[in-house]
C-alpha cells in the first residue's frame, strides 16, 4: 500500500466516523453487532424449529430414516409432550409417501427374541409427560413406500389425536440407522 492510498483510506474512514458520530466507540459496534447477531437468530428459530402444536399436545422432532436403496418401509420416530391435565391418545398416523403408515412397538423378550407388532387402540400420552417414539420402542412405520425417500428431504404426514384432534407435520429424512435393520415384509 502506497503512502497515497494510506492516507486516502484514513480520510475516508473520518468522513465515515464524521457521518455516524454515535457508533464510534468500540464499546458501542460490539453492542450494535451483538444485538444485530442475536435479532437475526430470535427471527430465524421458527425457520430450524422443528415442532408442531395442537391442544396440549406437543411434537418434537419428527424425522424418518433413508431406507435402504428398494426398500418398500420405512422407520419414523418422534417425541409427543402432553402439557395438559388430561391423558390423550394417539389414534392415528397418515403420510403422503406411504401407502400405509402405522404405530408400531418393538420389544425384546427374556430369551432375547425381538418382536415388532402394530399398536391397537392407540398410544397413551399421560398428562404433564411425555412418550418417546424412537428406535427400539414404539415407532411409526412408513409401508409399501410409494417413492423413495432420501437423506435431506421432507414429507407431510398427519396425526390424529384422540382429545386434542388432527395435526399436520412434516418428518424430515435422516441418514440410516447404523447397525440397525428395520425390517418388515410388504
Known amino acids: 500500500m502506497t503512502m497515497t ?3 486516502r483510506t484514513r480520510a475516508s474512514i473520518r468522513t465515515i466516523r464524521r457521518s455516524f458520530p454515535r457508533f464510534s466507540s468500540i464499546e458501542e459496534r ?8 442475536m435479532l437475526i437468530l430470535a ?3 421458527p425457520l430450524w424449529a422443528h415442532e408442531f402444536e395442537i391442544g396440549s399436545i406437543e411434537i418434537d422432532h419428527p424425522i424418518a430414516s433413508a431406507p435402504p436403496e428398494g426398500a418398500k418401509v420405512a422407520a419414523g420416530y418422534m417425541t409427543l409432550k402432553n402439557s ?3 391423558t390423550d391418545r394417539l389414534v392415528s398416523i397418515s403420510s403422503e409417501i406411504a401407502g400405509r403408515t402405522e404405530l408400531h412397538d418393538m420389544s425384546v423378550d427374556a430369551q432375547g427374541v425381538m418382536t415388532m407388532r402394530p399398536v391397537t387402540g392407540g398410544l397413551e400420552i399421560p398428562a404433564g409427560s411425555e412418550v418417546a417414539l424412537k428406535r427400539g420402542s414404539y415407532h411409526v412405520m412408513f409401508m409399501d413406500l410409494k417413492r423413495p425417500i432420501n437423506e435431506g428431504e421432507s414429507f407431510n404426514g398427519t396425526l390424529t389425536f384422540e382429545k386434542a384432534g388432527t395435526v399436520d407435520i412434516t418428518f424430515k429424512v435422516e441418514g440410516r440407522p447404523g447397525t440397525e435393520h428395520h425390517d418388515h415384509g410388504s
Open 43 to 45: 427471527l430465524s428459530h
Open 30 to 37: 460490539i453492542g450494535i453487532l451483538i444485538f444485530t447477531l
Open 84 to 86: 395438559g391435565a388430561a
Open 5 to 7: 492510498a494510506f492516507y
